[in-house]
């Protein structure tokens, strides 16, 4: 398989860990964001809506979205699965997914594009220009700092986020405070659970993926 990937990005980041913890290997295709790689003709032939991660298949189907990725690599490899082993881990395992998107990555995402300078007229991905709102910015970077506790809440009583298993909410949470660090937004520091987990998650060798 083929992944439409870029180096710096946490969305394809997610499912490159994923690949990883499976032992799933692909072929990497960067494109260049900051170069706005994505815009191109040939690009917005494999993904319309111009954003990575693409999966390619061998037989030159393409999914999009990091949730369909990794649920159709989940398939064709279900060991080790990434989405939990009984039915309240696999809940769990959903769940915090969907937390971290909602509450911590589009958080964080709202706080970055409507305030980093290169993307003035590109708060929102996608081929449609869209104006940076300066309050928006200001509102994600709360909404980051407010999940962060919300994290280590969580993690103070569960290995991980699911429980007592590494899962796909893991690989997004972890995405996601990278994210927020290296963008200067937040941090784990102060948060001694997140930092816990944080440690734990970075030290596994799909993080460098
Ligand atoms: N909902 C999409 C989000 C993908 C996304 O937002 N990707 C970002 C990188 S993290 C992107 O390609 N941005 C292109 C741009 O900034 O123009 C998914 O889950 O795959």
Not at 15 to 39: D, H, M, P, S, T
Not at 86 to 104: H, Y
Request: charged fraction near 25%; aromatic fraction near 8%; include cysteine.
């Amino acid at each position: 398989v083929k992944l439409y990937t870029y180096m710096m990005a946490p969305s394809p980041r997610r499912v490159r860990v994923f690949a990883a913890e499976k032992g799933i290997e692909y072929e990497a295709v960067e494109i260049n964001l900051r170069a706005g790689e994505q815009f191109s003709d040939s690009y917005e032939l494999v993904n319309p809506d111009c954003v990575v991660p693409a999966l390619e298949t061998d037989d030159g189907e393409v999914i999009t979205e990091v949730n369909a990725i990794c649920a159709y690599l989940e398939e064709l490899q279900p060991e080790p699965t990434l989405y939990g082993a009984t039915p309240v881990e696999r809940a769990r395992a959903l769940e915090w997914n969907a937390k971290v998107e909602q509450q911590g990555l589009l958080a964080m995402a709202e706080a970055f594009r409507n305030s980093v300078g290169g993307l003035k007229g590109r708060a929102v991905t996608g081929p449609v220009g869209y104006d940076q709102i300066p309050a928006l910015a200001e509102r994600g970077a709360k909404r980051v700092g407010v999940f962060l506790a919300r994290l280590d809440e969580r993690l103070a009583d569960h290995e991980f986020l699911a429980g007592e298993r590494y899962t796909v909410a893991d690989i997004a949470a972890l995405c996601f405070v990278d994210f927020a660090v290296r963008a200067g937004v937040a941090s784990p520091e102060g948060h001694a659970h997140l930092v816990r987990w944080h440690d734990a998650v970075s030290a596994r060798p799909s993080a460098g993926a």
